[in-house]
Protein backbone atom coordinates (compact mmCIF):
# COMPACT_ATOMS: atom_id res chain seq x y z
CA UNK A 1 0.00 0.00 0.00
CA UNK A 2 3.00 2.88 1.04
CA UNK A 3 4.87 1.85 -2.64
CA UNK A 4 1.66 1.77 -4.35
CA UNK A 5 1.07 5.43 -2.75
CA UNK A 6 4.43 6.74 -3.39
CA UNK A 7 5.70 6.27 -0.46
CA UNK A 8 9.62 5.24 0.05
CA UNK A 9 9.95 2.77 2.51
CA UNK A 10 12.20 -0.12 3.71
CA UNK A 11 10.93 -3.67 5.19
CA UNK A 12 12.82 -4.47 8.43
CA UNK A 13 11.36 -7.49 10.01
CA UNK A 14 10.93 -6.76 13.79
CA UNK A 15 11.33 -10.72 15.02
CA UNK A 16 8.75 -10.82 17.77
CA UNK A 17 7.28 -13.72 18.77
CA UNK A 18 3.52 -12.71 18.25
CA UNK A 19 2.20 -15.89 19.06
CA UNK A 20 3.25 -15.73 22.81
CA UNK A 21 2.51 -12.17 23.10
CA UNK A 22 -0.85 -12.32 21.68
CA UNK A 23 -1.48 -15.75 23.93
CA UNK A 24 -0.27 -14.04 26.96
CA UNK A 25 -2.66 -10.82 25.87
CA UNK A 26 -5.63 -13.26 25.52
CA UNK A 27 -4.38 -14.62 29.03
CA UNK A 28 -5.21 -11.14 30.84
CA UNK A 29 -8.64 -10.46 28.87
CA UNK A 30 -7.18 -8.30 26.81
CA UNK A 31 -9.55 -6.86 23.38
CA UNK A 32 -8.56 -7.57 20.33
CA UNK A 33 -8.01 -3.61 19.50
CA UNK A 34 -5.19 -3.66 22.29
CA UNK A 35 -3.47 -6.77 20.68
CA UNK A 36 -3.27 -5.07 17.59
CA UNK A 37 -2.35 -1.86 19.55
CA UNK A 38 0.70 -3.85 21.41
CA UNK A 39 1.93 -5.77 18.63
CA UNK A 40 1.78 -2.13 16.46
CA UNK A 41 3.72 -0.65 19.00
CA UNK A 42 6.25 -3.33 20.40
CA UNK A 43 7.55 -4.11 16.45
CA UNK A 44 7.89 -0.29 15.77
CA UNK A 45 10.29 0.19 18.78
CA UNK A 46 11.93 -2.79 18.35
CA UNK A 47 13.53 -1.47 15.00
CA UNK A 48 13.82 2.11 16.20
CA UNK A 49 15.93 0.88 18.75
CA UNK A 50 18.12 -0.82 16.07
CA UNK A 51 17.61 2.74 13.50
CA UNK A 52 17.69 5.75 15.87
CA UNK A 53 17.40 8.15 13.24
CA UNK A 54 14.81 6.62 11.03
CA UNK A 55 10.81 6.95 11.71
CA UNK A 56 9.80 3.30 11.66
CA UNK A 57 5.99 2.26 11.25
CA UNK A 58 4.75 -0.72 13.16
CA UNK A 59 1.62 -2.17 12.13
CA UNK A 60 -0.77 -4.95 13.04
CA UNK A 61 -4.52 -6.27 12.80
CA UNK A 62 -6.94 -8.59 14.85
CA UNK A 63 -10.70 -10.63 14.31
CA UNK A 64 -12.12 -9.94 16.73
CA UNK A 65 -15.69 -12.38 16.98
CA UNK A 66 -17.68 -11.66 19.71
CA UNK A 67 -14.96 -11.28 22.88
CA UNK A 68 -13.03 -13.74 21.11
CA UNK A 69 -9.87 -12.68 18.87
CA UNK A 70 -8.87 -15.69 16.27
CA UNK A 71 -5.34 -16.21 15.10
CA UNK A 72 -4.13 -17.31 11.85
CA UNK A 73 -5.46 -20.60 10.98
CA UNK A 74 -3.30 -23.81 11.37
CA UNK A 75 -4.61 -26.03 9.11
CA UNK A 76 -7.04 -26.21 5.91
CA UNK A 77 -9.27 -27.61 8.32
CA UNK A 78 -9.04 -24.89 10.76
CA UNK A 79 -9.19 -22.51 7.86
CA UNK A 80 -12.34 -24.09 7.40
CA UNK A 81 -13.72 -24.03 10.69
CA UNK A 82 -12.68 -20.48 10.82
CA UNK A 83 -14.75 -19.36 7.62
CA UNK A 84 -17.90 -21.54 9.59
CA UNK A 85 -17.74 -19.56 12.12
CA UNK A 86 -17.55 -16.30 10.42
CA UNK A 87 -20.24 -17.11 7.88
CA UNK A 88 -23.19 -14.88 7.78
CA UNK A 89 -21.98 -12.66 10.68
CA UNK A 90 -20.25 -9.16 11.38
CA UNK A 91 -16.50 -9.09 12.34
CA UNK A 92 -14.59 -6.48 14.24
CA UNK A 93 -10.96 -6.09 12.22
CA UNK A 94 -9.04 -3.58 14.70
CA UNK A 95 -6.00 -2.35 12.66
CA UNK A 96 -3.38 -0.24 14.83
CA UNK A 97 -0.56 1.23 13.36
CA UNK A 98 2.43 2.97 15.66
CA UNK A 99 5.32 5.30 14.57
CA UNK A 100 8.11 5.46 16.93
CA UNK A 101 11.68 7.53 16.89
CA UNK A 102 15.06 6.72 18.83
CA UNK A 103 12.64 3.62 20.90
CA UNK A 104 9.50 5.54 21.56
CA UNK A 105 6.00 5.34 19.73
CA UNK A 106 5.51 8.99 18.37
CA UNK A 107 2.12 8.32 17.06
CA UNK A 108 -0.80 5.83 17.00
CA UNK A 109 -3.99 5.06 15.16
CA UNK A 110 -6.46 2.36 15.48
CA UNK A 111 -8.69 2.01 13.49
CA UNK A 112 -12.11 -0.11 13.52
CA UNK A 113 -13.68 -1.58 10.49
CA UNK A 114 -16.13 -4.21 10.79
CA UNK A 115 -16.79 -7.01 7.96
CA UNK A 116 -20.15 -8.52 7.40
CA UNK A 117 -19.56 -12.31 6.02
CA UNK A 118 -22.20 -13.04 3.37
CA UNK A 119 -23.56 -16.76 4.47
CA UNK A 120 -21.63 -19.62 2.94
CA UNK A 121 -22.30 -22.85 1.97
CA UNK A 122 -20.59 -25.74 3.00
CA UNK A 123 -19.40 -26.40 -0.78
CA UNK A 124 -18.56 -23.01 -1.74
CA UNK A 125 -16.22 -23.24 1.54
CA UNK A 126 -14.21 -26.22 0.33
CA UNK A 127 -14.00 -24.38 -3.11
CA UNK A 128 -12.85 -21.21 -2.17
CA UNK A 129 -10.15 -23.23 0.56
CA UNK A 130 -9.04 -25.16 -2.86
CA UNK A 131 -8.49 -22.46 -4.61
CA UNK A 132 -6.41 -20.63 -1.83
CA UNK A 133 -4.64 -23.27 -1.07
CA UNK A 134 -1.58 -22.59 1.56
CA UNK A 135 -2.45 -18.66 1.17
CA UNK A 136 -5.99 -19.01 2.89
CA UNK A 137 -3.04 -19.88 6.26
CA UNK A 138 -1.68 -16.99 5.90
CA UNK A 139 -4.09 -14.24 7.46
CA UNK A 140 -6.68 -14.95 10.08
CA UNK A 141 -10.36 -15.84 9.11
CA UNK A 142 -8.47 -17.30 5.72
CA UNK A 143 -9.85 -14.11 3.88
CA UNK A 144 -7.69 -11.59 1.50
CA UNK A 145 -9.94 -9.11 0.79
CA UNK A 146 -8.34 -7.68 -2.36
CA UNK A 147 -8.46 -11.33 -3.87
CA UNK A 148 -10.48 -13.87 -3.97
CA UNK A 149 -11.59 -13.60 -0.39
CA UNK A 150 -14.13 -9.96 -1.79
CA UNK A 151 -16.74 -13.20 -2.51
CA UNK A 152 -16.85 -13.62 1.12
CA UNK A 153 -18.04 -10.65 1.92
CA UNK A 154 -21.17 -8.48 1.76
CA UNK A 155 -20.52 -5.38 3.41
CA UNK A 156 -17.41 -3.45 5.18
CA UNK A 157 -18.09 -0.56 7.28
CA UNK A 158 -15.08 1.91 7.66
CA UNK A 159 -11.31 2.16 5.98
CA UNK A 160 -10.82 -0.27 2.91
CA UNK A 161 -7.13 0.33 3.59
CA UNK A 162 -7.47 -0.74 7.32
CA UNK A 163 -9.09 -3.79 6.20
CA UNK A 164 -6.66 -4.36 4.22
CA UNK A 165 -4.33 -4.05 7.45
CA UNK A 166 -3.12 -0.53 7.84
CA UNK A 167 -5.24 2.67 8.06
CA UNK A 168 -2.86 3.94 4.97
CA UNK A 169 -5.02 7.65 4.61
CA UNK A 170 -4.30 8.24 8.29
CA UNK A 171 -0.65 7.07 8.04
CA UNK A 172 -0.21 9.55 5.33
CA UNK A 173 -1.76 12.52 7.05
CA UNK A 174 0.82 11.97 9.47
CA UNK A 175 3.84 11.53 7.30
CA UNK A 176 2.60 15.24 5.79
CA UNK A 177 2.14 16.88 8.67
CA UNK A 178 5.78 15.75 9.83
CA UNK A 179 6.78 17.13 6.08
CA UNK A 180 7.94 14.02 5.21
CA UNK A 181 5.47 13.97 2.58
CA UNK A 182 4.28 17.36 1.26
CA UNK A 183 1.64 18.67 1.74
Keep these: MLNAAGVPFEVVPAYVDEA ?3 ESLKAEGAS ?3 IAEVLAELKA ?10 LVLGADQT ?13 MADAARQLERLS ?5 LPTAAVMAERG ?7 ARPVVTFRPLSDAFIASYLARMGDAALQTVGA ?12 RIDGDFYSVLGLPLLQVLEFLRAREILLR
Design 63 to 75: LAVGKETLDKPAS
Design 88 to 92: GGRHA
Design 45 to 54: IRISERFPDA
Design 32 to 34: AAH
Design 104 to 110: SPVWREI
Design 143 to 154: CEVEGLGAQLIS
Design 20 to 22: AIK
